[in-house]
T-cell receptor, first 111, second 113 residues
Framework: EADIYQTPRYLVIGTGKKITLECSQT?????MYWYQQDPGMELHLIHY???????EKGDLSSESTVSRIRTEHFPLTLESARPSHTSQYLC??????????FGPGTRLTVL | GNSVTQMEGPVTLSEEAFLTINCTYT??????LFWYVQYPGEGLQLLLK?????DKGSNKGFEATYRKETTSFHLEKGSVQVSDSAVYFC????????????FGTGTRLTIIP
């Protein structure tokens, strides 16, 4: 069983609030990823990291930002949430040449 | 670029029916191929994988064979159960370069008793 955690699992907030979605893994994986999942299920890579102090933007442009100060921690921040940010956010991690392990996701609703 | 085309859903089957979810891909070289499953309210879990042509991945009664000649990786199960109701994603990962996964759009499967 994969040891990758996301908090909170559900978040409902008002427009303009700053939020941070937490993602932690205890497997020592170098690579970590953030995906945004549409209500229609499609997954979009929005950020990834290949190690400490490494962050890259993914295939889908996002107003969120990420940081990777520690191997096990890859938080995602929205400085000013808007209704268009309402979505499910999935965090994942992997090691070289192996599959990605996913967290349970955070379902964000911005009113 | 890389792409994955997956059978559109939703798919509804009766319990014990035979399941096929089609997946074809476009990629350079010989990518690794995966099927992930997402149960309601959860993240994705790896169901099975294949890393080279003619490999067969299998798990929990599901199977998929890496067919290079048809660039396909169809998911099959001989007798589905209600507990198999979930969303299934086909994905590929190139075996060189940045190793990012490319996902299909997902297929929602509902099994009725």
């Amino acid at each position: 069983e994969a040891d990758i955690y996301q908090t909170p699992r559900y978040l409902v907030i008002g427009t303009g609030k700053k939020i941070t979605l937490e993602c932690s893994q205890t497997m020592g994986h170098d690579k970590m990823y953030w995906y945004q999942q549409d209500p229609g299920m499609e997954l979009h890579l929005i950020h990834y990291s290949y190690g400490v102090n490494s962050t890259e933007k993914g295939d889908l442009s996002s107003e969120s930002t990420v940081s990777r100060i520690r191997t096990e921690h890859f938080p995602l921040t929205l400085e000013s949430a808007r209704p268009s940010h309402t979505s499910q956010y999935l965090c994942a991690s992997s090691v070289l040449n192996n599959e990605q392990f996913f967290g349970p996701g955070t379902r964000l609703t911005v009113l | 670029g890389n792409s994955v085309t997956q059978m559109e859903g939703p798919v509804t089957l009766s319990e014990e029916a035979f399941l096929t979810i089609n997946c074809t891909y476009t990629a350079t070289g010989y990518p690794s191929l995966f099927w992930y499953v997402q149960y309601p309210g959860e993240g994705l879990q790896l169901l099975l994988k294949a890393t080279k042509a003619d490999d067969k991945g299998s798990n929990k009664g599901f199977e998929a064979t890496y067919r290079k000649e048809t660039t396909s990786f169809h998911l099959e199960k001989g007798s589905v159960q209600v507990s198999d109701s979930a969303v299934y994603f086909c994905a590929l990962r190139p075996n060189f370069g940045n190793e990012k996964l490319t996902f299909g759009t997902g297929t929602r499967l509902t099994i009725i008793p």
